[in-house]
């Protein structure tokens, strides 16, 4: 008889770590209507814009992350029935107030690039634009798809640039 092992509580994980949990926890469930119409307009979007494939994998979720910024920013993109959108936020884990603190000194600027509001309407989501379309129709998504990455990629290159507070912004 050995005596019982030990129970280890994990005291820190990688970053991601629950993103990586839930997309194993949805491929085992199988994927709703939703998800199914998501995964298959993510996959024509990177088809049409193979540079997203960097970034992540087509599957059956609402947003798609860019992160690789020198700041504790995300830029989260999102197709849903009625449109499609984008906006930016503070990482995973981090306090919404830090995603204040880096852009608001930016903030009449990014307003004039981005065309969006700073406003946070109570959700942690900053800069917040949508583009309203049908994307049950694929006939639709090829200007939806080219809208969206558009989008993306400008505020890309504006976070990309965007530095500390002070920065410049162009």
Do not use: M
């Not at 092992?5 to 990586?20: G, K, L, M, S, T």
């Not at 949805?26 to 199914?36: C, I, K, N, P, S």
């Not at 990455?149 to 990309?160: R, S």
């Amino acid at each position: 008889d050995s005596p019982p092992a030990p129970i280890f509580e994990i005291a820190a994980r990688p970053n991601d770590w629950e993103r990586h949990l839930q997309s194993i926890s949805r491929d085992v469930r199988g994927l709703t209507d939703v998800g199914q119409l998501r995964k298959d307009f993510w996959a024509y979007h990177i088809a049409r814009h193979p540079e997203e494939e960097a970034f992540e994998a087509a599957g059956g979720y609402s947003n798609r992350w860019r992160t690789n910024y020198d700041c504790n920013l995300v830029i989260s993109y999102y197709v849903a029935r009625k449109g499609v959108g984008l906006f930016i936020r503070s990482r995973h884990g981090v306090d919404i107030q830090e995603a204040y603190l880096i852009l608001e000194p930016h903030k009449e600027r990014l307003q004039q690039i981005l065309n969006a509001p700073f406003e946070d309407k109570g959700n942690g989501y900053l800069f917040h634009h949508s583009f309203s379309a049908d994307t049950e129709k694929k006939e639709n998504w090829d200007e939806i798809s080219d809208w969206l990455y558009e989008q993306v990629t400008k505020y890309d290159e504006v976070l990309k640039n965007l530095g500390e507070p002070g920065a410049s912004t162009s």
